[in-house]
């Protein structure tokens, strides 16, 4: 009985490969890379619809290879949240990121906003819930990491907003569509930013800070890559640090630091991983305290001084 219930989720409300694999313009190592990150977070979505009960969840989400868990932890906060939404009688999302996701907590929450985006659900309702002043505002990067992904002929193409968000839901919306766009693109950053370019210069700030997090936490790339990257992104490559930047913390915090997120750090922020992640550190303490209603916002402004400090010409040449 438990099989067929599960067979009739997967069915009704879960991801299929081809839809979770369908940006994929290819199978080489960037296309395959980027695929066994979506596929990782798809299986862990349905490891809550298959079986959600805390334990047996935990027990097979920590089963995935250490660099890759992550994503895994999304896609069960994905999950969880859609299950909280259907039968609302617990918070599960909120026991999961209290609870076993604690050190997963950035991803959880970006796959908690993922949820609500595939179900159709508002989600400043969702975040204005939430007790983390900062961490609450990833579900909005979820909202719009999802809406780039999945589609992006109206949120990429047509650059199209969802006109319920309020002005700052709108630049985290823009931040996750920064980062469905290192997947959209696989991961080529000249188109990357030819993509980028044709956006409203109001947007792009965010959009490159979004591109931060997928070069950071994703890769994919060499170094030589990053470097052209962070030559496109001009103007905005503090936003490109930041995201960078916020990565390393994350990893860190989840023990899972790949070549890739410390290669990004080192040429993005101008600094190793590992420092990077006391600069996110002291900026959480800059503006926990200050009660402000967008916290994460004033943390990135905050972390981009700090980071790159110096003149920053037009070309994305830094000048001491």
């Given at each position: 009985?438990?099989?067929?219930?599960?067979?009739l989720?997967?069915?009704?409300?879960?991801?299929?490969?081809?839809?979770?694999?369908?940006?994929?313009?290819?199978?080489?190592?960037?296309?395959?890379?980027?695929?066994?990150?979506v596929?990782?977070?798809?299986?862990?979505?349905?490891?809550v619809?298959?079986?959600?009960?805390?334990?047996?969840?935990?027990?097979?989400?920590?089963?995935?290879?250490?660099?890759?868990?992550g994503?895994?932890?999304?896609?069960?906060?994905?999950?969880?949240?859609?299950?909280?939404?259907f039968?609302?009688?617990?918070?599960?999302?909120?026991?999961?990121?209290?609870?076993?996701?604690?050190?997963?907590?950035?991803?959880?929450?970006?796959?908690?906003?993922?949820?609500?985006?595939?179900?159709?659900r508002?989600?400043?309702?969702?975040?204005?819930?939430?007790?983390?002043?900062?961490?609450?505002?990833?579900?909005?990067?979820?909202?719009?990491?999802?809406?780039?992904?999945?589609?992006?002929?109206?949120?990429?193409?047509?650059?199209?907003?969802?006109?319920?968000?309020?002005?700052?839901?709108?630049?985290?919306?823009?931040?996750?569509?920064?980062r469905?766009?290192?997947?959209?693109?696989?991961?080529?950053?000249d188109d990357?930013?030819?993509?980028?370019?044709?956006?409203?210069?109001?947007?792009?700030?965010?959009?490159?800070?979004?591109?931060?997090?997928?070069?950071?936490?994703?890769?994919?790339?060499?170094a030589?890559?990053?470097?052209?990257?962070?030559?496109?992104?001009?103007?905005h490559?503090?936003?490109?640090?930041?995201?960078?930047?916020?990565?390393?913390?994350?990893?860190?915090?989840?023990?899972?630091?790949?070549?890739?997120?410390?290669?990004?750090?080192?040429?993005?922020?101008?600094?190793?991983?590992?420092?990077?992640?006391?600069?996110?550190?002291?900026?959480?303490?800059?503006?926990e305290?200050?009660?402000?209603?967008?916290a994460?916002?004033?943390?990135?402004?905050?972390?981009?001084?700090?980071?790159?400090?110096?003149?920053?010409?037009?070309?994305?040449?830094?000048?001491?």
């Amino acid at each position: 009985m438990r099989s067929i219930v599960r067979k009739l989720k997967r069915r009704m409300i879960g991801v299929s490969d081809v839809e979770a694999t369908g940006f994929s313009r290819g199978n080489g190592a960037k296309w395959q890379h980027l695929k066994r990150a979506v596929r990782t977070a798809v299986a862990g979505y349905h490891l809550v619809l298959d079986d959600s009960r805390p334990a047996t969840l935990v027990a097979r989400l920590d089963e995935v290879d250490l660099a890759w868990r992550g994503y895994a932890y999304e896609g069960a906060a994905m999950g969880l949240t859609g299950l909280d939404c259907f039968v609302p009688t617990r918070d599960r999302f909120g026991e999961y990121v209290e609870g076993p996701a604690r050190q997963h907590a950035y991803m959880a929450h970006i796959g908690a906003g993922e949820a609500l985006a595939r179900l159709r659900r508002r989600p400043e309702p969702f975040l204005n819930r939430l007790s983390h002043p900062v961490l609450r505002w990833l579900v909005m990067d979820g909202y719009g990491f999802h809406e780039g992904f999945f589609r992006p002929d109206r949120h990429i193409i047509a650059q199209q907003v969802p006109g319920h968000l309020s002005p700052n839901a709108r630049r985290i919306f823009d931040q996750g569509i920064g980062r469905s766009v290192w997947f959209i693109a696989g991961a080529d950053v000249d188109d990357i930013s030819s993509i980028l370019r044709v956006f409203p210069a109001h947007r792009r700030a965010d959009l490159w800070l979004g591109v931060g997090v997928g070069c950071g936490y994703v890769g994919g790339i060499s170094a030589d890559e990053v470097r052209r990257l962070q030559r496109h992104s001009g103007e905005h490559c503090r936003q490109l640090a930041v995201g960078a930047a916020f990565v390393a913390k994350g990893r860190i915090q989840a023990g899972n630091l790949t070549p890739d997120t410390a290669m990004s750090a080192e040429i993005l922020c101008r600094r190793s991983a590992h420092d990077a992640a006391v600069l996110v550190d002291d900026g959480f303490a800059a503006v926990e305290g200050a009660r402000s209603t967008f916290a994460y916002g004033e943390l990135q402004q905050t972390l981009a001084g700090w980071i790159l400090p110096d003149t920053v010409g037009a070309n994305g040449e830094h000048h001491g």
